[in-house]
């Protein structure tokens, strides 16, 4: 519901409730993952989603939080690939990436994804400075596996031009690709990338808005989405397989997170819209909340 839909009272209620959560994180760094399946939307519509989600990073900036953005783009590396006519596989959830295909997703993620987020937020004023993790030596990686070929892990983090962008008041926007001391370009798990700026930032907040609304205790019944979990609770989770497939790599950045410092970390559906302001500054938020 829009504000211009609620009574005066209403309104003014609502501002009441946001205001707090306006004063307790100001200037605190909020990571925030926008998820492949996120961008699409619900129902495919890309745009209205991303308009969404880019009115939401501006407001935060405007109200004093310092937004990150991590993105990832597997289903638009997917579809590019199959235009393409050039077949995917994956193993244990992650895309096996030979030469050709790290090409690719480094032309998706970084040349279309990212430029798509950036101009998106700055159609709201010149925020967005859009990044991959190659640039100034941000993320170091190395590879996953012989057999993934160009999948990486992150090795370690250097938030400098991070800090440096966010004490201009700018909104970095990451692409996920990181290199190996030698140059060596390496595709990564976005979830897992996100995990490690927060923790190397300090964040107060690291949130994944995916295309479903939380974490479930059964994952194939909705009732069962958790509200609050501890880091331990939620690693029960994913040993029990409750939380696996494309979760799995999300919870396991959310407990690595928290016990790292990250106050608080959330997984949440981003086609709601303005899911990311419902969970940041209302009393009851929409997805899950991970704490120590």
Known sequence: MSAGALGPADTAALLVEVLPYIRRFHNKVVVVKYGGNALAGSGGEETDALASFAQDVVLLRSVGLLPVVVHGGGPQIGDLLRRLGKETEFRDGLRVTDAETLEIARMVLVGKVNRDIVSAINVHGPLAVGLSGED???????????????????????????????????IPVLATIG??????????????????????????????????????????????????????????????????????????????????????????????????????????????????
């Open 179 to 292: 290199a190996d001391p030698a140059g060596q370009a390496y595709n990564i798990n976005a979830d897992t990338v996100a995990g490690a700026v927060a923790e190397a930032l300090g964040a107060e907040k690291l949130i994944f808005l995916t295309d479903v609304e939380g974490v479930r205790a059964d994952a194939d019944d909705p009732a069962s989405l958790c509200r609050q979990l501890t880091a331990a609770a939620l690693d029960d989770l994913v040993a029990s397989g409750a939380a696996g497939g494309g979760m799995a790599p999300k919870a396991a950045a959310c407990s690595a997170a928290v016990r790292a410092g990250v106050a608080r970390a959330h997984i949440l559906d981003g086609r709601v819209p303005h899911a990311l302001l419902l969970e940041l500054f209302t009393d009851g938020g929409v997805g899950t909340m991970v704490v120590p």
């Open 136 to 170: 100034a030596n941000l993320i170091t990686a190395e590879a996953h596996s012989e057999a993934l070929g160009y999948v990486g892990n992150v090795l370690g983090v250097d938030p400098t031009i991070l800090r440096r962008l966010l004490a201009e008041g700018l």
